[in-house]
């Protein structure tokens, strides 16, 4: 049996590929500001919750107050603190994860590249619905403009295709014309890096044909550095990557109204170092919101402690011993077994293959 203690050692003294370096040197404190948006808000009904409302800002205020309450805070703001709008939208995430439900897609598929009838991995694209909620948001944006919204002045996107056309498709006729604003692809920006296909990225040659009107911040490597085919991020370490994104940002972008594109997990990382509420960031959704910044130049950050580790994480996820094969509607279903040694920190391998009858309900391996 292989203890919690000599997992963490192993985990932590390998050089991994996977792990996403922290922009060294730059430190703030992070608040969301409240009193704008019901969003951030502890009594709003996130199931509830429509950001086709006019983006949750709050009914006591138009947009054109907003943007000046926004000025005036940045305005009479002290030295090194600063203000910022966030727009982040949401890309649609992948079908077949709801096809065969969390388990099976956790456990098996996600490794995959497809099923022989849809592809999702590395990079797969929107499907027509998540093209159909990006072009909805569109239409609600330009529906916005009339009343005074404040547009980007900055936009940052992550690298996978289903981001780079959501972007497109939401402000490309707006904002994505010479002169305007060139987004900037972030790897910060990504999904959870590590184990599930759809998540690992394509070469910097072709998201710069892909994406003619996008820019690449400093370093963006040509191939896929950060993806480990074993190894997936913690929430901790999404939390201080998204920590890092708004670090990154914060300091070299001058900006107030920023738009981010990127995905729900990394999201939720992000939201958290930001000091938001926790938010469901359900697929399509752009969710606003306004941050300060107190800059720390004398700031020696704490020593993250275990589960607050940037970079790999000790296991890609965990999968129930058994999957439910009633769930998998093929005539060959897949179990996994779970290699845990109790303390719930387990890699999974995909070890046994089961073969079954299309009316066997059978979990057994
Ligand atoms: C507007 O309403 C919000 C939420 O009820 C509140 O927090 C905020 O203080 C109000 N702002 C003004 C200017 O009245
Ligand atoms: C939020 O709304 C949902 C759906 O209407 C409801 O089921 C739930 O009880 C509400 N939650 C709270 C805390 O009011
Ligand atoms: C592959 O997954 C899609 C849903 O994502 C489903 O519609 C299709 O039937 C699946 N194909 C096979 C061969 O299971
Ligand atoms: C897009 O908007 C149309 C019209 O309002 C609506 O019927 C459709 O369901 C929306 N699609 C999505 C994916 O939200």
Not at 90 to 106: D, E, I, R, S
Not at 130 to 138: H, I, K, L, P
Not at 315 to 325: G, H, P, Q, V
Not at 329 to 336: E, G, I, M, N, R
Request: aromatic letters at 12%; charged letters at 20%.
């Amino acid at each position: 049996m292989v203890s919690l203690s000599n997992l963490l050692f192993l985990a932590l003294s390998a050089t991994s590929v996977g792990a996403y370096k922290a922009a060294a040197g730059h430190y703030g404190d992070y608040s969301v500001v409240p009193g704008f948006f019901k969003q951030d808000d502890l009594s709003t009904n996130a199931t509830t919750f429509d950001h086709h409302d006019n983006l949750g800002l709050n009914e006591n205020l138009t947009w054109p107050e907003f943007k000046q309450q926004v000025d005036d805070l940045n305005a009479n703001a002290p030295e090194g603190t600063t203000y910022k709008v966030i727009y982040y939208a949401v890309c649609f995430h992948n079908v077949a994860t709801l096809y065969y439900g969390k388990n099976a897609w956790k456990c098996y598929w996600c490794q995959m590249n497809g099923n022989g009838t849809i592809f999702w991995g590395p990079d797969g694209y929107l499907t027509e619905k998540g093209e159909d909620f990006a072009r909805n948001n569109s239409k609600l944006i330009k529906s916005l403009i009339v009343d005074g919204f404040p547009l980007p002045q900055s936009m940052y996107v992550s690298p996978l295709s289903r981001c780079g056309d959501t972007l497109v498709l939401t402000w490309g006729d707006l904002l994505l014309k010479p002169g305007y604003i060139r987004p900037v692809v972030k790897e910060g920006l990504r999904e959870v890096m590590g184990v599930e296909t759809p998540d690992l990225r394509r070469s910097k040659t072709y998201l710069k044909e892909r994406y003619p009107y996008f820019d690449f911040e400093h370093g963006f490597a040509e191939e896929d550095q950060l993806f480990s085919p074993t190894e997936g991020e913690t929430p901790g370490g999404l939390y201080w990557r998204g920590r890092s994104v708004l670090d990154d940002i914060f300091t070299s972008d001058e900006n107030t109204f920023i738009s981010l594109t990127g995905h729900s997990d990394n999201g939720a990382g992000l939201l958290k170092a930001a000091g938001h509420r926790e938010f469901p960031l359900n697929t399509g959704a752009i969710i606003p919101f306004v941050v300060k910044r107190v800059s720390r130049i004398d700031f020696n950050p704490v020593q993250p402690d275990i589960d607050v580790t940037v970079g790999p994480s000790l296991t890609s996820t965990t999968c129930a011993a058994t999957l439910s094969i009633s769930t998998l509607d093929s005539s060959v279903a897949y179990a996994t077994q779970e290699v845990s040694d109790g303390d719930q920190i387990s890699v999974f391998t995909v070890t046994t293959v089961v073969t079954v009858t299309p009316t066997s309900t059978s979990t057994s391996a």
